[in-house]
């Protein structure tokens, strides 16, 4: 049997796959990232503890509520969506006028009060979440073992990437999106209420860092500190990607999950650091991203 | 940063008209992870164990004054570092408790040593404190990789696992406890098929446990700890490692871990600890006191170690009447110990704290009578077979 450098081809199948699987998450975050600075302009340092929110309430859900995971996935980012409409109607929306930095800085502020705030009810070690019934198990598909769930977050992750995209690229709605980050003041005067659809998209980004943070809750611990560790990496896929390009960020966070994938298999130690090494270089050879615009 | 203080003995002091007043001040600074993955098993639960230790010792009517402050490492060296010299240089610190994470311990040991004070680790595991690098200012109290892996690692091969694959937390703490476990597995004739590295702390172990189930091991060990172990186990039974017939070995694993992972995942782990809220009246009564002022959550071997290492520290402090770093360091190797969580035991002369370690099994949730209710005492380690053997440490202290 052939050999690529060392590795049986099976393995090597299995470990592309699940660089694709965590793909699929950094996808679904930097997407909430790359919408929320497309259209706003504002780096939303808070995508983290969003996402550990999404986890958190579907956790509470389940145990306070009896509410299943399947409406989790559902009413989950809707209430976090609406959290985050509530802070940039309080908050962000105050700062659209000041440097990049202003947001940056708030959200990062939130996002560690958020963080401190869940630590302090529910320690760090974190909450047992298990994985619904109806996906537990899995598929032998010859070269490994594909859990069901694994499957299922690749399926929903897709389709909620590529139904993000449509929308923002392909629909009148999403005209008028990008329309308003071009020229508020010109869209205004057509009668669309801005600061409307700018609340709503925050909303939109946020419920989506809270979706993957539901998909997330059954495979990764469900503790405060799960975004932190996650949404630095994001942000690397983001500035790769290109900052603010929708379809920059799906394509590279399920490209990077597959390289980070492979670094596993040839080099683990190196696994934490490969998506900042591409980072270095795509800044010193295209500093405006890999499908960035330059300004 | 956050420091705070506590002044605790000095306030009874002064109420108390007619003693005498404190003669000796004492300032202990309980140094470990307040806020990342070790928080849970070391944390303030950790400097509530020491508070306990100061109250139960009753330091005020015996003419000595604590002050007990903390601070947050971040399980990172260089702050480890600094935040001891600091405390060292200008606080005034006399003692250095806890210090989880192995290479944030191991500068701590070397700091205590230059300045010359009072280093008694609880929360780290690398045997390298009481071998290759013991120093004759620290004691290692509650465990090290060493017991772990004899503990654990001989019971999976006693059980028939004799090929063993390795999942290490690339760090001081992985590395020594991956060496360890695999001297054990190869003096019982054993093999090691293969070992991964992975980053500290990582999220996503599934790649890396795919590597093992390909491996054709018995046993995969998971030489990592706190959250790193629980991502581990929570995704090892995603991928039907155990159904497909590997076992896992839990190298290190806290009672917290096993609450968070809850048991229907945990169910049937093997595991070495020195102290479980559950042990006898003593350990009970003692926790239920803990948990009542931790939020109801049980203490672990880690918190248990600081509240006992802390006692035995005033207990020189007593019996030198004075603060004395090589006075105190050479009572407590002489005194035996005592105390309710890990009964009688001693120290040993390069610093290694010599007790019982049990091996445990976790129930499964039928067993379990409810919250906390998680172990079944598989086996007792009694203590001369628990710990390495002196001679066998390398360190320069043993003549």
Redesign the interface.
Known sequence: MFELLGIPP??LF??LL??L??GSFYALLSLGLAVIFGLLNIINFAHGAQYMMGAFVAWMLLNYLGVNYWWALLLVPIAVGLFGIVIERLLISRLYHLDHLYGLLLTFGLALIIQGLF?NQY??????Y??PQQLA??QNLGF??L?N??GWVIVASLVVCLATWFMIEKTKLGAYLRAATENPTLVGAFGINVPRLVTLTYGFGVALAAFAGVLAA????V?P??GA??IIVVFAVVVIGGMGSILGSIITGFGLGLIE?LT??FY??G???VIFVIMAIVLLVKPAGLFGRTA | MKIRTMMLAALAATMMAGTALADTAVKIGVLNDRSGIYADLAGEGSVIAARMAVEDFKAADKGIAVEIISADHQNKPDVASTIARQWYDQDGVDVILDVPTSSAALAVNEITREKNKVFINSGAGTADLTGSKCSPNTVHWTYDTWALAHGTGSAMVANGGKKWFFLTADYAFGHALERDTAEVVKAAGGEVVGTVRHPFPGTDFSSFLLQAQSSGAQVIGLANAGGDTINSIKQAAEFGITQGGQALAGLLVFITDVHALGLQTAQGLVLTESFYWDLNDQTREWSKRFSEQNGGKMPTMVQAGVYAGVLHYLKAVEATAGKDAAAIMSKMKEMPTEDPLFGKGSVRQDGRKIHDMYLFKVKTPDQSKGPWDYYDLVATIPADKAFRPLADGGCELVK
């Open positions: 099976q393995a299995g470990q699940l660089g699987i965590n630590r320690g760090i070690s974190g909450l047992p298990q994985i198990g899995g490994m073992f859990p769930y694994r059954p495979i990764y611990s503790n500190n799960m560790d996650l994938g596993r298999v683990p130690e696994s934490a650091v």
